[in-house]
């Protein structure tokens, strides 16, 4: 799963995951997280993969963190670790030599989504191939979740 952000600027809502490359736009904030949804497809570029876009929690009045949830995450892992290698410019050779390995085919096989690293893996080849990205682990928070505790805040409060 991936963090994302819709934000208003202006009559338009921008929508982006900056850790697989996906930017996008729409007029309202449901169609700018569809079209989020689809950028990340086209950024996977598999046939089956579809992508889900949930708003989380609201940042400010007019931006929001989303939640890109794949439907093979092995997929999504390897179009993170391709936009970041072709970003920096770097070869596959390149990466393995970063990684201390002999054969870039392990590498590869990460990045064409054949192997489906551990988390540990994950952010070792992460930082091979964009050393200035953090792997972060956070409890999923949703609205969803957080509604009803806050209609139970108003309620004791009511009642006080």
């Not at 963090?3 to 600027?9: A, L, S, Y």
């Given at each position: 799963m991936l963090?994302?952000?819709?934000?208003?600027?202006?009559?338009?809502?921008?929508?982006?995951?900056?850790?697989?490359?996906?930017?996008?736009q729409g007029r309202?904030?449901?169609e700018a997280m569809d079209n989020l949804a689809e950028v990340v497809e086209l950024r996977v570029d598999r046939p089956r993969f579809k992508a889900t876009v949930t708003e989380l929690e609201p940042i400010r009045r007019d931006v929001f963190t989303v939640l890109i949830e794949p439907s093979e995450p092995a997929w999504l892992a390897a179009a993170v670790l391709r936009y970041h290698r072709v970003r920096r410019g770097l070869s596959l050779a390149?990466?393995?030599k970063a990684l201390g390995a002999a054969s870039r085919n392990a590498y590869a096989s990460y990045e064409q989504g054949q192997r489906e690293p551990t988390l540990g893996k994950f952010s070792e080849l992460l930082r091979a191939v964009a050393p200035g990205?953090?792997?972060v682990l956070e409890p999923r928070a949703?609205?969803?979740?957080?509604?009803p505790l806050a209609k139970a805040r108003k309620?004791?409060?009511?009642?006080?």
């Open positions: 963090i994302g952000r819709i934000e208003k600027h202006g009559r338009w809502w921008v929508a982006l995951c900056e850790l697989v490359g996906a930017f996008t309202s904030r449901r390149d990466v393995a990205i953090a792997l949703s609205a969803a979740m957080k509604r309620a004791g409060k009511a009642a006080a």
